[in-house]
Nanobody
């Protein structure tokens, strides 16, 4: 199983980015997908999650209204659209897969990608 996160970069406050998480080796439509982030001085924190069938999502209060999670089961890929980025969004973003569940808890996710760095300058 492989999860490949991409799309990170260095942007200005107020800009947008779209992260992608391409997966292989799993039946993607059986897996809820989550995005988490970690910055140097903070614990890994939940960002967003989406049900394996799509439709139902959960988004952290800190990014609600700015970030949107989605998935394309035909492409076995999950996305995180990030708008109105703020300097406090600077972190390494990880995607993760959990079979037949989706949650805010990192411990529920079995497979993890390598992370992609997002840097937002003011």
């Amino acid at each position: 199983v492989q999860l490949q996160a991409s799309g990170g970069g260095q942007v200005q406050a107020g800009d947008s980015l779209r992260l992608s998480c391409a997966t292989s080796g799993l039946t993607f439509s059986d897996y809820g997908m989550g995005w988490f982030r970690q910055s140097p001085r903070k614990e890994r924190e939940f960002v967003a999650a989406i049900r394996w069938s799509g439709g139902d999502t959960d988004v952290a209060n800190s990014v609600k209204g700015r970030f949107t999670i989605s998935r394309d089961n035909a492409k076995s890929t999950a996305y995180l659209q990030m708008n109105s980025l703020k300097p406090e969004d600077t972190a390494v973003y990880f995607c993760a897969a959990a079979r037949l569940t989706y949650s805010e808890h990192a411990s529920d996710y079995r497979y993890w990608g390598q992370g992609t760095l997002v840097t937002v300058s003011s």
